[in-house]
């Protein structure tokens, strides 16, 4: 009775790459694969929040504060490990294994000694910007 369904969804194609698999979730409506304003803002916040968080509390030694804060960027090195490596529409909270609960408790006791506490805030930081990031996606957005 003709061919049977097929198994493997096909590749749909979009603005601006040769196609976007389709066992992955579409991106939000009017991004494409391109970073939209959501995106933007998210990367820009990422920097902005540590560096606030340095003049408040560490103005004395702002660039050297701010610099570790930052450093808690590190951990979306394991967005490498995912494919596609950038997707707008997922979630990075529970998703990569350095954005998981166990890796954030490790975070938050890397706040306890003294000698790695800017770095563990800069991770936890991390960690709650991208969680925002997750809500903004899926309740507000």
Known sequence: MGSAPETQPRARRNAIGPAWPARYPVAPRGTGCRMGTRAILHLLLHAAVPALLAWLFWRDRFLKA????????????DHLLADPVYAPGRCSIGFHPLHTAPAIAVYGALTIPRRTRLFGIGLLVHIALDAIDCI????LG
């Not at 701010?66 to 960027?73: Q, V």
């Open 66 to 77: 701010w610099g570790l804060l930052l450093l808690g960027w590190v951990i979306d090195v």
């Open 136 to 139: 903004w996606m899926h309740h």
